[in-house]
Nanobody, 123 residues
Framework: QVQLVESGGGLVQAGVSLSLSCAAS????????MGWFRQAPGKEREFVAA????????LYSDSVKGRFTASRDNAKNTVYLQMNSLKPEDTAVYYC????????????????WGRGTQVTVSS
């Protein structure tokens, strides 16, 4: 079992940066692919980023590539999402997820989910 808790969300203006964290419980954290997803009001959940168990490989959606960076610290059981040049369309609830498949962009490939953290970007 892995429990995930996201933090770092908030209300920011367009153009600024924000960093999200996802703290995981469980000694097997380092073996998991970690993903970030988001869901805006009235829209389906969408893939944002994923990072391989050792951080050597990452995946990004086209909408965030070049602006967002996923990283992880296995010693701290934490995965991060650095979000730069935020846009109003980035407004959503952001979720982290853990799974055992790589590459993994589909939500169905993830086994554990956090409850999410709200990110709101004003224009």
């Amino acid at each position: 079992q892995v429990q995930l808790v996201e933090s770092g969300g908030g209300l920011v203006q367009a153009g600024v940066s924000l960093s999200l964290s996802c703290a995981a419980s469980g000694r097997t954290f380092r073996s998991y692919t970690m993903g970030w997803f988001r869901q805006a009001p009235g829209k389906e959940r969408e893939f944002v980023a994923a990072i391989w168990w050792n951080g050597a490989n990452t995946l990004y959606s086209d909408s965030v590539k070049g602006r967002f960076t996923a990283s992880r610290d296995n010693a701290k059981n934490t995965v991060y999402l650095q979000m730069n040049s935020l846009k109003p369309e980035d407004t959503a609830v952001y979720y982290c997820a853990a799974g055992t498949i790589w590459p993994a962009k589909a939500g169905a490939n993830y086994d554990y989910w956090g409850r999410g953290t709200q990110v709101t970007v004003s224009s």
